[in-house]
């Protein structure tokens, strides 16, 4: 799927496909700048649970339809008494965190409230110059998650956090590069096919190194022994030295369901 592609539909929803073993989910809420209705912050998770589930899958990409990532949460459904949208968005927000394979947000134009939660929840993360990034529950007077409030912490500090979100102002692709938020900047018409060719990168390596790598970052402290006994029993290590002295393209074989369920402590 085109990461440009403007769906032909106007009906909030997600999108996706996959190709050569990349997802790629799409925003598509043309008419509110893909802004997330309850309905499709329910929907995510499920749509990701599947993907995980699919072994062809090896790298997932989120992005939004058209020259917008995603404007946040549909400020309609945010009068809700009972909190349910913002419950449904942490929910969203967690699953994609915990997604098993590398994931990838591509951003154009803005990525503002929950989408910024979004891309925060993604592993990595691209723009084209000219996107516009802000957390701006302060405009609202809602109250930002602590999950979230964490995660945002950890990507880009302490200071960074808190002026992003007691302003609630948004803040450039430069200075999203400088704080961490974001991992490269593309000029126009680059972020797409550098977001292929990278994940093609990523589809290729190694998912043994990738799910351990992953989980070591977001602080897991206490699996070094279970992932020790994974390397020793997939054969990722004997082909990626023979490949490399044999000057060819490694042929991976564990996969995140290899090993089945993780156990809950190493």
């Given at each position: 799927m085109d990461l440009r592609e403007q769906?032909?539909?106007?009906?909030p929803r997600l999108e996706h496909a996959v190709?050569?073993?990349v997802a790629t989910v799409v925003i598509s809420n043309p008419a509110k700048r893909n802004a997330m209705t309850s309905d499709m912050w329910e929907a995510l998770p499920v749509l990701l649970e599947e993907l995980a589930a699919d072994a062809g899958v090896r790298?997932?990409?989120?992005?939004?339809?058209?020259?917008?990532?995603?404007?946040?949460?549909?400020?309609?459904?945010?009068?809700?008494?009972?909190?349910?949208p913002q419950a449904l968005a942490v929910r969203a927000e967690e699953a994609l965190a915990a997604f098993p394979r590398p994931t990838l947000a591509a951003v154009r134009g803005y990525c503002v409230g929950g989408g910024s939660q979004l891309a925060a929840a993604c592993d990595l993360r691209f723009a084209?110059?000219?996107a516009s990034f802000g957390v701006t529950p302060a405009k609202l007077g809602i109250v930002y998650p602590s999950s979230s409030?964490?995660?945002?912490?950890?990507?880009?500090?302490?200071?960074?956090?808190?002026?992003?979100?007691?302003?609630?102002?948004?803040?450039?692709?430069?200075?999203?590069?400088?704080?961490?938020?974001?991992d490269e900047v593309l000029p126009p018409g680059g972020l797409g096919e550098r977001v292929r060719a990278f994940a093609r990168v990523l589809a290729s390596r190694s998912q043994l190194t990738q799910a351990a790598a992953k989980e070591f970052a977001d602080g897991r402290e206490d699996r070094d022994a279970y992932w020790s006994r994974q390397a020793l029993g997939s054969g990722d290590?004997?082909?990626?030295?023979?490949?490399?002295?044999e000057r060819r393209a490694p042929r991976f074989t564990w996969t995140t369901g290899s090993a089945g369920p993780p156990p809950a402590s190493g």
């Open positions: 769906t032909a539909g106007t009906e190709a050569d073993g790298v997932l990409v989120l992005t939004g339809a058209g020259d917008t990532f995603c404007a946040g949460a549909d400020i309609a459904s945010l009068r809700d008494p009972g909190g349910r084209e110059e000219g409030t964490r995660r945002l912490v950890a990507l880009v500090g302490p200071a960074a956090t808190k002026f992003l979100l007691f302003s609630g102002e948004l803040i450039g692709t430069e200075r999203a590069l400088r704080t961490g938020l974001v290590t004997a082909e990626g030295v023979a490949a490399f002295l």
